[in-house]
Structure formats: C-alpha cells, structure tokens
C-alpha cells in the first residue's frame, strides 16, 4: 500500500479547548491565536492506495458550513478534490472512506456543494465507521450534541451509499486495520497501515498534534480522557515495537513522525 498526504484545508478552533489540559504558557509562543483566541488547524486527510483501492481517511470540514458556522471556524477553501488532483486521482476514482469518527470537521466533506447542486463527493465509495459512533451522530446527547452534524452531513447519504458499521477492530483491506479506541468521541476509531515504506498509525484527534503527543495530554472535547490515555499508550507501545510512523492530522508542521 502507498500512502499520501491529502491537504483539504484549514480551519480556527478555540486554543484553550484544542489544547486542553496543556497550558498556554507552554503552546502559545509556537502556536499564535488570532482576536478570537484561535489557533489554526489543518485538516490532513490520508489517502492509502493499493490492491485495487483507493481509500480515503477522513473527509475534512467540507465547503457547506452556513454563515454562523463560518463565522465561529473560519474554514479555509475546502481544497479536497484540487489535492486528490494533484495525486493523480478524481473524487469519483475513490473506493472506500474510512470515518475515524464523525465531528463535522472530519465528516464534513462527504458530501459538497457544486454549481449545480449538492451530492456525494465519493459517489462510488463505500463508507466505514464505528457503530457505535454513527449511533451517538444520529441521536447524540447533551454532551455530544454541539460536535455532530447528522441531518446536514450524513443523513442526506443514508441510501446513496454503502455505509459498513464496524464494532471493534476489522481489516479494511490488505495492510489496512481500524482499532476503536474511543476516547475522544464514543466511536473514534485509528487507522494502522503495513505500507511501503513502513508501519503507520493515523490517530487522528487522539493524537491531533504534536503537542498532544504527551499520554496525559488530551483536548476538552475529549468525551472520555482515561480511554484517549490507554488509546495513547498503545500507540506509542506498538509504534516503538514495530518502528513505526505516527501521520498528524491537525498539526500545522508535521505530518509524518517518527518516536524513536
Ligand atoms: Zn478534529
């Protein structure tokens, strides 16, 4: 399997909530906030290609957020399809989407405004997510219900495309495995590839940056911080046993990261 770096984007969240436990005192020099107390996020998704596949992680914030949302996260232009373009690859060649979990900054993309309407952006990809996490998307409680956009961001697919609920850990494809770890959100899953070059793991938002790298260093909008540690501790358990790469998804500067 070959991996590539797919750039959809960027958008501003709140630096105290993304950081969480970790001080400012510590962050705020190398991540500057704008008037609004934010720091910029990228929104890196992972392309894993091979064996007949093209499998997409993550679909970023996506180009439908209405005024008040664009407002509050100052999206970037959602440069997807130009990135995918400049891999070589069309919307429509993609196969397989993995979800790591469903906030919109992550399920956003799905599904994109056109000039001539709105649809599917992978038309012909089938889409795999936790169950438990597309149950918490549809009916989310009190504590959920500010990070998720089902109506808007996934209900319109429903019988459009192949939507795979997994429980637990599954094989994707060959070299390609996803792990529920939850943690940040009921269902968030990472995403481990035997790839060319090597072993890797796309943690996602539970290792978001490298600031987060720390095990006791996890964002607010974690919903369970004792499962984003034991999920941390694994990672970096199985990354130094295998000597493996961590890919970023949020971080401004890196993107591949190698522990040892
Ligand atoms: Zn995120």
Excluded: C
Aim: aromatic residues 10%; charged residues 25%; glycine residues 8%.
């Amino acid at each position: 399997m070959k991996l590539f770096k797919v750039d959809s984007g960027h958008y501003y969240t709140d630096g105290g909530a993304m950081m969480g436990v970790n001080p400012w005192a510590l962050w705020g020099k190398s991540e500057p906030t704008d008037e609004r107390r934010r720091i910029r996020l990228a929104l890196d998704l992972l392309l894993i290609v091979g064996q007949g596949r093209v499998i997409l992680v993550d679909s970023g914030i996506g180009n439908r957020l209405n005024e008040k949302q664009e407002k509050i996260y100052r999206p970037s232009e959602f440069i997807l399809e130009e990135s995918l373009a400049d891999l070589g690859f069309k919307a429509a060649d993609v196969t397989d989407v993995i979800l790591t979990h469903l906030h919109f900054d992550h399920a956003g993309g799905l599904i994109s405004a056109y000039p001539d309407g709105e649809r599917a952006t992978f038309p012909k990809a089938q889409l795999w997510i936790q169950k438990t996490e597309w149950e918490m998307a549809k009916n989310p409680d009190g504590l959920n219900q500010a990070a998720y956009n089902y109506h808007q961001q996934l209900q319109p697919l429903e019988d459009k495309v192949k939507i795979n609920l997994v429980e637990g850990d599954a094989s994707i494809a060959p070299g390609v495995k996803v792990k529920r770890t939850g943690g940040h959100s009921v269902g968030s899953q990472i995403v481990e590839i035997e790839a060319e070059g090597g072993f890797y793991i796309y943690p996602a938002d539970i290792i978001p940056t490298l600031f987060h790298l720390p095990l006791a260093i996890t964002s607010a909008y974690d919903v369970n911080r004792k499962e984003t540690y034991l999920a941390k501790q694994y990672i970096h358990q199985t990354l130094k046993e295998k000597g493996g790469k961590l890919l970023f998804n949020h971080d401004n500067q890196h993107w591949e990261y190698s522990l040892i």
